[in-house]
């Protein structure tokens, strides 16, 4: 079973504009990440948000947790065609990550 | 550097026929581990290794499934008698951390379609 749930399941956007996909998960945890899978590069850590962190920021990556509603948004800013790709969370859970089904997104030039 | 490697990258094996699937990790990461993604779905646990010890294979759907690491470096996925539902990308990934939670590299994959 799941720990994590993407929302949306598929999002389609032009270049330059923002995506914004949401995570949801079911238990505590100490840390979530989101991953990247496209089928150039294969499953890419992108970045990890600990339980006390609120927000994080890698390039044009923007990660948010808020653990009272056990959710996490990933913001993409001014999206590349080369942003592509499915988008996965994990949490831990039973003492291994949990990766949810994904956002699919399509950028388009 | 070298990232995960695996091998072969896809296979088609008839059922009834078992496989064997390779991982090489990250030179140094103590931490392997094997997933299973269907089409469409995310990456399921499989099996964890620790160097050499295989601290949980909860994950293993079948007593087909088996897995080892025994220098604690390179892996082996075997199933054996496959079946249609095994059809998948294999995921391997490896971790410096001792702690399963953290950042995981993984590899490319091996696409197994069993006819």
């Known amino acids: 079973s799941q720990q994590g749930e993407e929302d949306p399941q598929a999002l389609s956007i032009q270049e330059g504009e923002n995506a914004t996909m949401n995570c949801s998960y079911k238990?505590?945890?100490?840390?979530l990440q989101w991953y990247r899978q496209n089928s150039g590069r294969g499953l890419v850590h992108l970045i990890l948000?600990?339980?006390?962190?609120r927000e994080k920021h890698s390039g044009r990556l923007r990660v948010t947790l808020d653990t009272s509603k056990k959710s996490s948004s990933l913001l993409i800013t001014a999206s590349r065609a080369a942003d592509t790709a499915s988008y996965f969370c994990?949490?831990?859970?039973?003492?291994?990550?949990?990766f949810g089904k994904g956002t699919m997104l399509l950028v388009s030039p | 550097g070298a990232g995960v490697s695996q091998s072969p990258r896809y296979k088609v094996a008839k059922r009834g026929q078992d496989v064997a699937l390779r991982c090489d990790p990250i030179?140094?990461?103590?931490?392997l581990f094997w997933y299973q993604q269907a089409l469409g779905q995310g990456p399921e646990f499989l099996t964890y290794?620790?160097?050499?010890?295989?601290?949980?294979k909860s994950g293993l759907p079948s007593d087909r499934f088996f897995a080892e690491r025994p220098e604690g470096s390179v892996s082996t996925l075997k199933i054996q008698r496959t079946q249609q539902e095994d059809s998948a990308v294999y995921l391997c990934?490896?971790?410096?951390?001792?702690?399963?939670?953290?950042?995981?590299?993984f590899g490319p994959g091996t696409r197994l379609t069993v006819t």
């Open positions: 948000i600990r339980s006390n962190e």
């Open positions: 990934a490896s971790s410096f951390n001792r702690d399963r939670t953290y950042e995981q590299y």
């Open positions: 994990a949490t831990p859970r039973k003492g291994t990550l949990t």
């Open positions: 290794f620790q160097n050499e010890a295989q601290l949980d």
């Open positions: 238990t505590s945890i100490n840390n």
């Open positions: 030179s140094g990461h103590v931490s």
